[in-house]
């Protein structure tokens, strides 16, 4: 990383940043826990039919001193564990940040190949509309308005979804550590 940053400087003296070479504001690349296991969607199951408590964020508008304000507050629900149907295509592993993608998985449906909704997230930057992939380092760190720091919040938080074919996502962006949002649409992949 030092040298890297040295580079960065050299790359700043020659009036040559924004090459694409090196971001401001770029994190450190995050090393896995040796204790933490990996997450694969096609491998993961969970007990379908078994009771879980879901806490998902959600933003109210209230009344305080005349004024309207936006309010989030975590609201928790008990739900059974659905049969697993919906993908977001993507193998990692969790902390207490979210799900850290290592990359991004395409699968076959149907004949063909579908790319992981990853690979296509609507976002805004600059005040245009854009789409992204998210990349390996990038953390997803909500899904939905759930956190995602386990196996089960990820995979619950696609499954209860109002509508897992427009999901809001919250992730930080590796390259320059910025935490972005965005939506994607989930596959739904037939046995």
């Known amino acids: 990383m030092f040298t890297r940053k040295i580079a960065c400087i050299a790359l700043v003296a020659c009036g040559l940043w924004g090459s694409g070479l090196c971001q401001a504001g770029e994190r450190e690349k995050k090393t896995r826990p040796t204790q933490s296991e990996s997450y694969s969607e096609k491998d993961k199951s969970f007990k379908e039919g078994e009771k879980t408590t879901v806490t998902r964020s959600v933003k109210e508008v209230v009344i305080v ?3 309207e304000r936006t309010v989030t507050k975590d609201v928790q629900t008990v739900v059974a564990i659905p049969k697993r149907m919906w993908y977001i295509g993507a193998e990692g592993w969790h902390d207490d940040e979210g799900f850290n993608i290592d990359g991004l998985v395409a699968f076959n449906s149907g004949g063909g190949v579908i790319p992981s909704p990853l690979s296509r997230v609507k976002t805004v930057i600059n005040g245009k509309s854009v ?15 759930l956190d995602v720091k386990t196996d089960l919040d990820l995979y619950m938080a696609v499954h209860t979804a109002a509508n897992p074919r427009s999901l809001t996502i919250e992730f930080i962006n590796f390259r320059d550590g910025q935490t972005m949002s965005g939506t994607i649409s989930a596959v739904k992949v037939r046995p």
Not at 131 to 145: F, P, Q, Y
């Open 65 to 67: 001193n005349q004024k």
């Open 131 to 145: 789409t992204v992939s998210l990349e390996a380092n990038d953390v997803i760190t909500k899904i939905d308005g």
